[in-house]
């Protein structure tokens, strides 16, 4: 029998030994490596370990004797997960919600991993969900006004077809308080009275007029002044007249469909205040709270004056 050429070569210059005397003795790894030495294995810099530690991602490690913490191979495996995920294109928050009560690579195997993933997927699902209803806020500010496109669709819709201009920014700013306090229904009824202002000149123009007169009552006029209760009379008489537009348009009859269907949609169970939802650590406050911690610059004069409009439009209300 005969070798290769190749081996016939090799023996001529090298003492022939067995298999076993030429493989080199196997490398003992070690049980734990440094910050430094995981951080070139996994491919990422010690400074991007010690921040999965400060989001959450990896657990910190106890410092040895020495002072210096150091890795074992659960912590390397989660290490690689983190940066394949991340390389992927998924944000560290994710990747720390997604893994969150899971342990990727570890005992639970294939399985684990792809309900890591799933969760992952649907996080990134409802990311996209947001994305999209935050574009279509963005489409809306663009094709109604970047402030009229803030307002709920049930406020922007009573809106539709106004006259362009005809909306001033007093009005919008009435529109976004009433929405605070009253939630959307109570804007809507609101839009409807700029909605009747803006196709009648006359009704705004006498508009105008009533609440110049109501801001002249300013701090100089006492509250017994004979024009506190001249200019209630002329609120009284606008509101009459506002109303009675308001119903000839056929206002009253869209607001009860549009009452109708928001109340198909949310079940008496499920409203827990008129206003928008308060902010996450806040507590819900009452309508009454709401208006209470809004400030006015009323004068007691002005204040007055509303109070007797209030008072005449109740005593000219028929009885029930």
Do not use: C
């Not at 995981?38 to 990896?58: D, E, K, N, S």
């Not at 935050?134 to 663009?142: D, E, I, L, P, T």
């Not at 109501?214 to 701090?219: G, H, K, N, S, V």
């Not at 205040?273 to 004068?299: L, N």
């Amino acid at each position: 029998m005969h070798l290769p050429q190749r081996h016939v070569v090799f023996s001529k210059h090298v003492p022939f030994r067995s298999e076993r005397s030429v493989m080199p003795p196997f490398p003992t790894p070690p049980r734990q490596v440094l910050i430094g030495d995981a951080a070139a294995f996994v491919g990422v810099t010690p400074r991007a370990i010690r921040h999965y530690h400060q989001v959450g991602l990896l657990p910190e490690r106890e410092r040895g004797g020495d002072g210096r913490r150091r890795y074992g191979y659960a912590e390397i495996i989660r290490l690689l997960w983190i940066r394949r995920m991340a390389d992927a294109g998924i944000a560290l928050d994710d990747i720390r919600d997604a893994f969150a009560g899971a342990a990727p690579g570890g005992g639970g195997g294939e399985h684990e991993v792809e309900g890591v993933l799933v969760r992952l997927e649907d996080a990134l699902a409802a990311q996209e969900a947001e994305l999209q209803r935050k574009r279509a806020s963005v489409r809306r500010m663009r094709n109604l006004g970047s402030r009229l496109g803030l307002f709920n669709d049930l406020v922007s819709g009573r809106l539709e077809g106004v006259p362009e201009g005809s909306l001033r920014q007093d009005d919008l700013d009435t529109l976004l308080v009433t929405e605070r306090i009253f939630g959307p229904l109570g804007a809507v009824v609101q839009a409807g009275r700029f909605l009747v202002l803006a196709h009648d000149p006359e009704l705004r123009a006498e508009s105008d007029r009533v609440d110049a007169a109501e801001e002249a009552l300013d701090d100089t006029v006492a509250i017994d002044d004979p024009r506190v209760a001249q200019v209630a009379a002329e609120r009284h008489a606008f509101e009459n007249a506002l109303m009675r537009a308001i119903e000839e348009s056929g206002q009253l009859e869209e607001d009860n469909a549009i009452f109708d269907a928001w109340d198909e949609r949310h079940p008496p169970e499920d409203i827990e205040a008129p206003g928008p939802a308060p902010a996450e650590g806040s507590r819900v406050r009452s309508t009454a709270e709401v208006i209470r911690s809004m400030p006015y610059d009323f004068s007691p004069a002005r204040l007055r004056s509303m109070e007797l409009a209030v008072k005449l439009g109740a005593s000219a209300a028929p009885a029930p």
